[in-house]
Structure formats: C-alpha cells, structure tokens
T-cell receptor, first 114, second 114 residues
Framework: QQQVKQSPQSLIVQKGGIPIINCAYE??????FPWYQQFPGKGPALLIA?????SEKKEGRFTISFNKSAKQFSLHIMDSQPGDSATYFC?????????????FGQGTTLQVKP | NAGVTQTPKFQVLKTGQSMTLQCAQD?????MYWYRQDPGMGLRLIYY???????DKGEVPNGYNVSRLNKREFSLRLESAAPSQTSVYFC?????????????FGSGTRLTVV
C-alpha cells in the first residue's frame, strides 16, 4: 500500500513533443505528490508538486494532472527541449504528518532528441 | 546558501571495510533522510530522522546505522561494507507538518564496494 508505481521506465521524444509520465498509488492517506528532476551526477531537484484538492497544476511547460478517484497522477512536458533530458521521479507522502517521508516511483529516463 | 552538503562525493571500499557518509544542512530543517539510488529501483529510504534526537528505519536499513549528531548533521555508517551496498547515496532534508514542501537533496555520494 506504500508503493508508487511509475511508467514508462524510459521515453524518447522529438523536440517539441509532449512526453507524459504516469504514476499510480494505493494509499489514500497520501496528500502531497511531487515530481523531481535529476540530471546525471546531480541530486534530484523538486520540479512541481500538487495536493489532492486540485486536479491540475501548471508551472511553465510542466503540468501535473491528478485523478483522485483513479489514484493516478501524471507529468506532461509541453514543447519539450533537449535540455529536458533527465530522469524524472514521482513521489507521494503524507506530507502533513510529522515525518513527511516520500515514497518514490522507479523513475523515468527521458531523452528529447533535437 | 549551501543547502545540503554531502561528503565524500566518491568512495571505493573493500568488502568488510567501514566508513561514514556525512551530511549537513543549513536550512534549519527538522527532518533529514538517507536514500540509496539503484538503477530501475528508484530512491529507497534507508533511515530518517524526523527531528533532532530521533531516528527510524526506512525500507532498506540492514547493514547501515545512522546518527543525528545535531539539528544540522545526519551521518550514515556502513560497519562492514558488502558489494550489495554499491550504490549512490543521497541525503535530504525537509520541514515538517503543514509547511512540508518536499525535500532538498544533496549531490550524492557514489560508493563502490569491491
């Protein structure tokens, strides 16, 4: 019940395409859903996050879509660029709890071809 | 503002050797975490410290020990390194409760056990 399942494992798109990465969770107590972006040799960095009281959040070219009833959320990258090539992790937590532990998905390696 | 600082960045150990990975944060965060990252498995929680003076096991604690030295510092110790502990280790920190907004990660320690 603590798992977060992420797909696909890898993704290749052309510049300007819209890659979509999907995540599913089981624990309905999760109340915070972030996405992290990681470049080679670096630590993950927070990209965008959503709480379950909204169905969509946009920050620049990055959009999270959230479906509470299906217990799924996804990341869309509009007008993707080669500089977006990175590994993306979804995560979930009971953020309002004292520990705030994040449970991570398995990661998606994205390559955007010029 | 340094954020989360991890040392060393790289380390090679022989099986059976011990070492301590150091982590320090300067953001006045209460909670700190140690994760390991392995290909195809995402980020898995080893140990966490919700607040100064407390530590708890995560998903994969076997073979590791931790010390929350003070509010800033959280170290991870491998008492007798094994090849299965070859991984990239990340330290992270966060605030707690309703102000939780995810983690700030360090840049990682790449550990090879031969």
């Amino acid at each position: 019940q603590q798992q977060v399942k992420q797909s696909p494992q890898s993704l290749i798109v052309q510049k300007g395409g819209i890659p979509i990465i999907n995540c599913a969770y089981e624990n309905t107590a999760f109340d915070y859903f972030p996405w992290y972006q990681q470049f080679p040799g670096k630590g993950p960095a927070l990209l965008i996050a959503i709480r379950p009281d909204v169905s969509e959040k946009k920050e620049g070219r990055f959009t999270i879509s959230f479906n509470k009833s299906a217990k799924q959320f996804s990341l869309h990258i509009m007008d993707s660029q080669p500089g977006d090539s990175a590994t993306y992790f979804c995560a979930a937590s009971m953020g309002s709890s004292n520990t705030g532990k994040l449970i991570f998905g398995q990661g998606t390696t994205l390559q955007v071809k010029p | 503002n340094a954020g989360v600082t991890q040392t060393p960045k790289f380390q090679v150990l022989k099986t059976g050797q011990s070492m301590t990975l150091q982590c320090a944060q300067d953001m006045n965060h209460n909670s700190m975490y140690w994760y390991r990252q392995d290909p195809g498995m995402g980020l898995r929680l080893i140990y966490y410290s919700a607040s100064e003076g407390t530590t708890d096991k995560g998903e994969v604690p076997n073979g590791y020990n931790v010390s929350r030295l003070n509010k800033r510092e959280f170290s991870l110790r491998l008492e007798s390194a094994a090849p299965s502990q070859t991984s990239v280790y990340f330290c992270a920190s966060s605030v707690q409760g309703s102000d939780f907004y995810g983690y700030t990660f360090g840049s990682g320690t790449r550990l090879t056990v031969v």
